[in-house]
């Protein structure tokens, strides 16, 4: 029997998509460069950070620059991203996810946010989901990337509960990883054939209630 005491949420693509904004950002960059970039080779960025996606972006325009210009560039794709975002409003949330915090809230479970991403705040603001997380753990917190576990654990720790009695919810399998790695449980959310290692997977925070999700987890040895 395994007792769930807190829930910790992967952002982009479980509670939010800001994938759209990121490829916008990246393409803007590539036309001022001289090149197109197409959603299909945005697919290559996905899971990856910021100067790797550049380094990317680079060799499909055939181009080489000197690091000093590769961190102007990055940092220009930043503020794009951050004007993007900065326009989001709550009718971005995913579907289910805020019924879903709000209902575990109720069971008195904790929630914490564990995201890579540097913006994560501002996110969260924007769609007026902040208030939900008992911890809020980003990028400007960690050093290592998934599947590294340490934004999970650092999660856990804020919420003072151990790792074994906590869920994260991904969507990617950098994510799931971590989540293993840090001795957690894991709940995938999208495509069962991307996030098989996940202990189930739903297509949504829609598809889950804080009693399914206790049920499943008390059913385990």
């Not at 055939?62 to 940092?75: F, G, I, M, R």
């Not at 995913?94 to 929630?111: R, V, Y």
């Not at 790792?163 to 293993?180: K, T």
Request: aromatic letters at 8%.
């Amino acid at each position: 029997m395994t007792k769930v005491l807190a829930c910790i949420f992967d952002l982009d693509g479980v509670i939010v998509d800001t994938a759209k904004y990121h490829f916008q950002a990246w393409q803007r960059l590539a036309h001022e460069l001289g090149f197109d970039f197409t959603e299909k080779q945005n697919e290559r960025l996905k899971g990856v950070s910021r100067a790797r996606s550049l380094e990317i972006l680079l060799e499909i325009g055939n181009l080489s620059l000197n690091q000093e210009q590769k961190e102007q560039l990055a940092h220009r794709k930043n503020n794009w991203y951050v004007e993007l975002i900065n326009q989001m409003t709550p009718d971005e949330i995913l579907p289910g996810a805020k019924a879903f915090l709000q209902a575990l809230k109720e069971e008195d479970i904790k929630i914490a946010l564990g995201s890579a991403s540097k913006n994560a705040m501002t996110i969260l603001q924007h769609i007026a989901m902040d208030h939900f997380f008992d911890a809020i753990i980003d990028g400007n917190k960690v050093s290592k990337a998934k599947p590294d576990p340490e934004v999970f654990l650092k999660g856990a720790e804020a919420l003072q509960v151990a790792p074994p009695y906590c869920v994260v919810f991904e969507d990617a399998q950098a994510g799931i990883e971590a989540a293993r790695n840090g001795h957690m449980h894991c709940v995938g959310v999208g495509s069962p054939e991307h996030l098989h290692a996940a202990d189930f997977v739903i297509g949504s925070l829609q598809e889950i209630t804080p009693t399914a999700l206790l049920q499943f987890y008390a059913q385990r040895n």
